[in-house]
């Protein structure tokens, strides 16, 4: 085969998987269920790093695990907020977050604690974030899996709150 096509193969393989990743998460976007949990700023030394604000979910249940440190968990959101050990939460559980638990934190999900920011606003967000007025709205697929769709500050789209005032 002539260099330039594989050349162009190597080139376009990469570029076909971002597309196809992007798309899986836009679609996860569009048709998710639509949750929203309470984010606060844990830590005062980098709660604004870079162009992203770090912060903490609350997802509405106690820190603590039980026994079920370092290993995957799914929390039940609907009809009763508890975690259960992957795959094992109960037959009426409609809505569900795949997550892990973990000694420091408690149960979390990976990639929701990030939400990237025009630096121009980010002093702005960090404070409000601080002072708990922030929430995400995370859309949830039948599997578990969670994307962020947006940042609300007081029950307003991030840009919309920063406009308003």
Known sequence: MNQRVLLAIALAIPILAL?????M?????????????????FDPRDLLSGHYLTYRVDYGI???????????????????????????RPDDCRLFLRGYCDTNTGFSV?????????EEH???LDSK????????????????????KDLLINGKPWRDALTSE
């Not at 996860?28 to 984010?39: D, F, H, K, T």
């Not at 695990?65 to 975690?83: I, K, W």
């Open 62 to 88: 106690p820190t603590s695990c039980g026994e079920m440190y370092e290993t995957q968990a799914d929390l039940c959101l609907e009809p009763t907020r508890a975690v259960y050990p992957h795959n094992q």
């Open 19 to 23: 597309i196809a990743v992007a798309g």
């Open 25 to 41: 998460k836009a679609q996860q976007r569009a048709s998710g269920v639509e949750v929203v949990l309470p984010i606060e700023g």
């Open 122 to 124: 980010a002093a702005v």
């Open 110 to 118: 990976e990639n929701l604690n990030r939400f990237y920011i025009p």
């Open 129 to 148: 974030v601080r002072d708990k007025q922030g929430s995400l709205v995370l859309a949830v697929d039948a599997q578990g899996n969670a994307v962020i």
